[in-house]
Structure formats: structure tokens, C-alpha cells
């Protein structure tokens, strides 16, 4: 059930689901809301666990979906080993920004007191707490974590619908940005030469931030700077780092989506940004697809079955004719669906592509996930869809 085909990763050769599973370290799995996302990425890092390797599936989305699929209560912001009978390990967690900041406060602070100054700080509490883009931020950084000292052979992450996916790819390189910005290098001189030594233009800056918020805040700021001075330079390297991670040739990117039209049409939108970024999908997976049960030859072969039928007079024709027309119901609502994402798949060529047929439950258990996993990694290197 795949068109196969090389993978579209720069200098990469072929690949399929089985090799990316097998040979990857870094799989990104991608999609809009209410695709199976969450269910796709764990079911990748089962298959591993499954081939012996040590895995390690992680969820940027806040939701418990993660947890409900591998069987367990709740997910903290470490990894939590799922037990299986498997040769390898399967671990995962769910992303704590706020819990990934202050773990990176302590442990690249110089001492005990500074992070504690860190972490007391009122901008530091509102940073982590209500700033727009430090989920991404935080990802990027667990991603560093996972992957530099984990252990793990692959980090499978499960990021949040599309349009938040392309802020945590490019999160790397806002942060970047952000650290090298001028009004960033001002706000940061005070506490490298004393707010008596500053320059004017920070001067200034700092008088008008006085005026508009209130010097309460100005002080913290400065308070929050001087704290946090000489750890930018690890954030701006680890940023750097993640953005070599992310475009290096064993990261993969899963493309999940579902034959809806809104779905179909952000996976285009987001197939061309990965495109632009030099991140293009390594495979796509077209999750809750109506399965086709015949093939047009088949189906015609029954017709003339029943038009012999029907000449014999064995009266088990209307029967017979019944089957062939639910049959053909059937591959007509395929084909539909195969229409509705035939431009997503002539976005990600020559990218290999899979189908996840439509279950009649909904995935709450590690057998279920098993039975998911089955089918996507059972269809490697074939085409299910008899339609020639």
C-alpha cells in the first residue's frame, strides 16, 4: 500500500517506512489536528522498540492522547520506559515547557544563587509562563536533550498541528535571531558594563520602557538580564545545534494526514514550507482511509459472474448482484478519497506514500497501537491498492 519510491531528503537514497524506522534518529511527525498524529508517532516508536532499538516518542501538544495510546495513566517531561514484550525499549513523554526551562536554568547556571535569582524573577515567570513561542523554544531544547544525552537510538516527535509545527521548526532560528537582536544586546550591556557605562541608545531605551511600563519593570528586566548574563551563548550554540539536527540526513519527516479536504490542503501548505526550509517530507501517511476491496478487473469479473448467473437461471443472482454493486460503492468511495489527496501526493513525490485504513475504534490501548502499528509497517514495499 505505498507508491514507492526515493526519499525526498537531501542526499539521502530510497526510503521507506521500514528504513526510516530502522536507520533514523530523528523522525518528525507532522500533520494538521485530528489526524492521528499522536497515534502515527507512537506507533513509529513501537515499530522500533519492535526492531530492537531504544525509542523514544515525545508530544508537543499538551493533550493526554500520547499517554491514552501507550496504555498509561499520565506522561511527565522525563521519559517513562513503557513495558512491552519487545527487544528494544520504548520510552516517552509529554513536553513541560515551564519544567524544561527551570531544568535548563539549573543546570547551565554557574550557581545555586544565580538560578534561584533566575527563577524568582517576575519576567522569568511571565517568560515561561505566558510568552508566545517558548513552547517551541522549550521543544527545540528538549529535543536537544533527548538526542545529545539520551540514549536513544531514535526521538520520534509528535509535534502540534501544522501551522504550531512550523513555529517549532523554526524555532532555531528565531531564537538565534532573537539573541543577536540589537534591542536584546541593549537590555543585556547593563549587566557587561554597568548601567553608569551604558550607551545612550540603551539609555534611552530603558527610559522609555520606564515610561510606558513603569520602572518596576524596567528593574526586574535589568534584574533578569544580569541573572541570566553568560547563558545566552549556550541557548544561541544549542539553537544552532538543533537547526543541524533538523536538516542532517538521519532526520526524517512523516508527513500524517487524513483524505479530508482541510486536512489535505494544510499538508500541501506545509509540504511547501518544508520544501522552502530544505526539510522536505521523507514519507507521507494518509491515516482513516476507506480501504479498496477489488480491483476494477475484479469487479468486472463479478459482473459477467452474475450476467452468467443470470442466463443459467440459478436464482442466486440478485444476491450476487447485491455484492457487486456494495463492492463498487466501496471503490467508488476510495476513489473519491484517492482524488481528494492526489495533489498532496504530487506535492511530497517522490516521497513514498502509506495508507492507514479506518478503524471501527478508536486507539485507547497498547494492543490497539499494535494493531495500527501492523498495518503500517506490514504494507513495506507493496501496493494494496489493486486498482490496475
Known sequence: MTDTGPASHPGVGPATIDDIVRHRSIVICCGSGGVGKTTTSAAIALQAARLGRTACVVTIDPARRLANSLGVDELSNSPTRIEGAWPGELHALMLDPKGTFDDLITRYADSEAQADDIRINRIYRNLTGTLSGTQEYMAMEKLHELVEEGGFDVVVVDTPPSRNALDFLDAPRRLTHFLEN??????????????????????????????????????????????????????????????????????????????????????????????????????????????????????????????????????????????????????????????????????????????????NSDVHDLDGLTKVADLLFGQDGQDDRTDA
Not at 484517492?338 to 516521497?351: C, F, G, H, I
Open 182 to 359: 540589537r534591542v536584546f544586546q541593549a537590555l543585556m550591556a547593563p549587566t557587561r558594563v554597568g548601567l553608569r557605562f551604558m550607551g545612550v541608545a540603551a539609555q534611552a531605551l530603558l527610559r522609555t520602557i520606564s515610561k510606558v511600563a513603569g520602572a518596576d519593570i524596567v528593574h526586574d528586566a535589568v534584574a533578569f538580564f544580569q541573572a541570566f548574563e553568560g547563558m545566552e551563548e549556550g541557548f544561541r550554540l544549542r539553537a544552532a545545534r538543533v537547526r543541524e539536527l533538523l536538516v542532517q540526513p538521519g532526520t526524517a519527516f512523516v508527513l500524517v494526514a487524513s483524505p479530508r479536504p482541510d486536512s489535505v490542503d494544510e499538508a500541501v501548505h506545509f509540504a511547501g514550507k518544508l520544501d522552502e526550509s530544505g526539510m522536505a517530507a521523507t514519507a507521507l501517511i494518509v491515516n482513516r482511509v476507506q480501504p479498496r476491496f477489488a480491483s476494477d478487473a475484479q469487479l468486472a469479473e463479478l459482473a459477467l459472474l452474475g450476467e452468467r448467473v443470470d442466463r443459467t437461471g440459478h436464482g442466486v443472482d440478485d444476491a450476487l448482484a447485491d455484492l457487486v454493486e456494495n463492492l463498487a460503492g466501496y471503490t467508488l468511495a476510495s476513489d473519491r478519497e484517492e482524488s481528494t489527496y492526489a495533489t498532496l501526493v504530487a506535492q511530497v513525490a517522490p516521497a513514498p506514500v502509506y495508507r492507514i485504513p479506518l478503524l
